[in-house]
């Protein structure tokens, strides 16, 4: 076994230029899947913190009626809060705001100044506001949509819980910085027990965000939604961007595939002789085919090896540093930071090896059959079957 792979890799090394512009493009290949890999891991876990801190938590509790995509809805999904200590009650209605002069259709978020559930601040609604107006935060996104500063005002409208709408004069308190639109766009945020009183629900809520895993058990009105179940839709738009990815590599694996196999096909031809003299000096069919087939193979320790001296700085620097985004990400419309930090992980080591090295292996032994097939005497002769 061993003078095989010595055979391979003197082989190779002959080869010269041939062989290390196959494994350049197929180091280059790994580079690259490693890279989208990465990619795509570390935008997933981005995307996925952004939501747990600043909106899902560890899970909620929605009212059977509440439905984040039926606007018309909200006026009746509403209830009861649960007194619990771990879970914060946020009471979400359906209105309209005038700032300068036009009318914005927008969810009116009420929410207790003093949570520490979500990583964003809502102290700033404890602010003394001028009397007959209630204080307001909005996001950076909605602010700049608004165009409106910290201490503008403009009328808020709603229908309240008897069926007659409303209005009040509402003050920006604070603009406050969050990655995620949920909470930003097309939002503006009350303290509670304002918007309970405005409406007309004292006590009420549309849902509540749990600080910890162990949410209260769901009840006639109240249905849980666990933490993985509020984060399937983040979840499937990454895997519909892993799958674009996909394609990519599998054009790259199959130049990859139509390289090796070519060199190995002329490489086995125009060694018909020295093949034949192998087997006449004792060496079996099978035994030249996994010479070939070691030879396939060493492409792929060399391209590694090029990757992980040349790209594996790349790599810690990307993670470390993160990839600016060009243009703003803030109308892109998903909870993603400007800087994005990839996140390469070992199972993604792994499958890019084992996936190389399976392609290398299929590339080798294909060309390579031919072989048993071979008798030594045609061979040294320059016959080929």
């Known amino acids: 076994m061993i003078f095989l792979w010595k055979q391979a890799l003197k082989q190779l090394l002959q080869s010269g230029a041939k062989t290390w512009l196959n494994v350049l493009v197929l180091a280059l290949t790994i580079f690259t899947m490693i890279f989208l890999d990465g990619l795509y891991h570390g935008m997933h876990l981005q995307m996925k913190k952004i939501l747990i801190d600043s909106w899902v938590a560890q899970g909620q509790l929605?009212?059977?009626?509440?439905?984040?995509?039926?606007?018309?809805?909200?006026?009746?999904?509403?209830?009861?809060?649960?007194?619990?200590?771990?879970?914060?009650?946020?009471?979400?209605?359906?209105?309209?705001?005038?700032p300068k002069q036009r009318m914005v259709s927008t969810r009116i978020n009420g929410i207790p100044p003093e949570q520490k559930t979500l990583s964003v601040s809502f102290t700033?609604?404890?602010?003394?506001?001028?009397?007959?107006?209630?204080?307001?935060?909005?996001?950076?996104?909605?602010?700049?949509?608004?165009?409106?500063?910290?201490?503008?005002?403009?009328?808020?409208?709603?229908?309240?819980a008897q069926g007659a709408f409303y209005g009040v004069h509402g003050i920006v308190v604070e603009i406050f910085q969050s990655q995620n639109p949920e909470i930003d766009s097309n939002a503006i945020w009350l303290p509670l027990y304002e918007l309970q009183l405005m409406h007309g629900t004292p006590n009420h809520a549309s849902i509540h965000i749990s600080a910890t895993p162990e949410i209260p058990p769901a009840t006639s009105?109240?249905?849980?939604?666990?933490?993985?179940?509020?984060?399937?839709?983040?979840?499937?738009?990454?895997?519909?961007?892993?799958?674009?990815?996909?394609?990519l590599i599998a054009i790259l694996m199959f130049m990859i595939f139509l390289s090796v196999f070519d060199t190995q096909a002329l490489s086995i031809f125009h060694r018909r002789k020295e093949l034949g003299i192998l087997m006449a000096l004792g060496l079996t069919p099978r035994q030249v085919m996994g010479l070939l087939i070691m030879e396939g193979l060493l492409y792929g320790?060399?391209?590694?090896?090029?990757?992980?001296?040349?790209?594996?700085?790349?790599?810690?620097?990307?993670?470390?540093?993160?990839?600016?985004?060009?243009?703003?990400?803030?109308?892109?419309?998903?909870?993603?930071?400007?800087s994005l930090h990839p996140s390469y992980t070992t199972y993604g080591?792994?499958?890019?090896?084992?996936?190389?090295?399976?392609?290398?292996?299929?590339?080798?032994?294909?060309?390579?059959?031919?072989v048993g097939q071979l008798q030594p005497t045609q061979?040294?002769?320059?016959?080929w079957i």
């Open 62 to 98: 929605w009212h059977q009626n509440y439905d984040p995509d039926d606007p018309l809805s909200l006026d009746e999904a509403h209830g009861p809060t649960m007194n619990h200590p771990s879970l914060t009650p946020i009471l979400i209605l359906q209105g309209s705001i005038y």
């Open 124 to 160: 700033a609604l404890r602010n003394n506001v001028p009397e007959g107006y209630v204080p307001l935060m909005v996001g950076r996104r909605m602010a700049k949509k608004l165009k409106v500063k910290v201490g503008e005002s403009f009328i808020i409208r709603w229908r309240t």
């Open 221 to 247: 009105i109240w249905e849980i939604k666990t933490q993985d179940q509020l984060l399937e839709e983040t979840n499937r738009l990454v895997e519909v961007k892993q799958q674009t990815g996909l394609m």
């Open 301 to 338: 320790v060399l391209a590694f090896g090029l990757v992980a001296v040349f790209g594996g700085p790349v790599f810690l620097w990307l993670e470390t540093n993160g990839i600016q985004i060009p243009g703003d990400v803030d109308s892109w419309g998903v909870a993603i930071e400007q």
């Open 349 to 370: 080591f792994v499958k890019t090896f084992l996936s190389v090295s399976i392609l290398l292996t299929v590339a080798s032994y294909w060309p390579a059959r031919k």
């Open 379 to 383: 061979a040294i002769r320059g016959n």
